[in-house]
């Protein structure tokens, strides 16, 4: 099966300036998550999908920060305005079903460099 | 809220030996489960194994088993017959019903030749 698939792969933009990042997840996954990753850090989770619904967008910084998964398949991150501290490399990940026991399948991340 | 620790932020381990890498939780759920990843220098976060709160026996896929230490709220990684390849960045996180994630800070294993 294909894996889950993001794009850019890498970014480099100005501070205020807008992004977006894609991603597609494995097909038939229902559960969608973004994650950011600072440097020497773990992911944390920004926002999590069940279907087209955003079911956990506590972390996610709403001004700045907005998430859409329409169809309940493939789903876009934006930023805008982008700052200094957004640096970093932000995960896409898909699971096949809701539980404890189902593993997450991460993409490759797009690189964010903010200057 | 739950956390992780992971307190070793570098290994070294001596290609063909085997090496533990600590991971303790704290989580209030009672349901969750444990996994271990491995994050090469390419990026991408690689899943390892698996263990569930309510299994009776540690887990083992291939070279990789975990040390589940309930009481302890433990869950180290063990790998057996170290290779050059196995260096990477390690993260152990934990995953609950409510579907709540939450990952260590990593450790970052080096494989001697």
């Known amino acids: 099966e294909a894996g889950v698939v993001q794009s850019p792969r890498y970014k480099i933009i100005e501070k205020k300036q807008p992004v977006a990042f894609w991603c597609n997840p494995i097909?038939?996954?229902?559960?969608l998550y973004w994650y950011r990753q600072n440097l020497g850090q773990g992911p944390e989770l920004l926002i999590r999908y069940e279907n087209e619904e955003a079911v956990d967008d506590s972390q996610l910084p709403k001004d700045r920060f907005s998430a859409e998964r329409l169809k309940g398949v493939d789903s876009t991150l934006k930023i805008q305005p982008a700052e200094l501290g957004d640096s970093a490399v932000y995960l896409c990940?898909?699971?096949?079903?809701?539980?404890?026991?189902?593993?997450?399948?991460f993409g490759n991340g797009t690189r964010l460099t903010v200057t | 809220a739950q956390k992780i620790t992971q307190t070793q932020p570098g290994m070294f381990v001596q290609e063909k030996e085997a090496v533990t890498l600590d991971c303790t939780y704290d989580?209030?759920?009672?349901?969750?489960?444990l996994f271990w990843y491995k994050q090469p220098s390419s990026g991408e976060m690689i899943f390892l194994i698996y263990q569930g709160s309510y299994d009776q026996q540690n887990a083992t896929e291939g070279r990789y088993s975990l040390n589940f230490q309930k009481a302890r709220k433990s869950a180290n990684l063990v790998i057996s017959a170290s290779q050059l390849g196995d260096s990477a960045m390690y993260f152990c996180a934990t995953y609950t019903n409510a579907g709540k994630s939450t990952f260590g800070d990593g450790t970052t294993l080096t494989v001697k030749p």
């Open positions: 097909s038939g996954h229902n559960t």
């Open positions: 989580t209030s759920d009672p349901s969750y489960g």
């Open positions: 990940a898909s699971s096949g079903r809701q539980g404890s026991n189902s593993p997450l399948h």
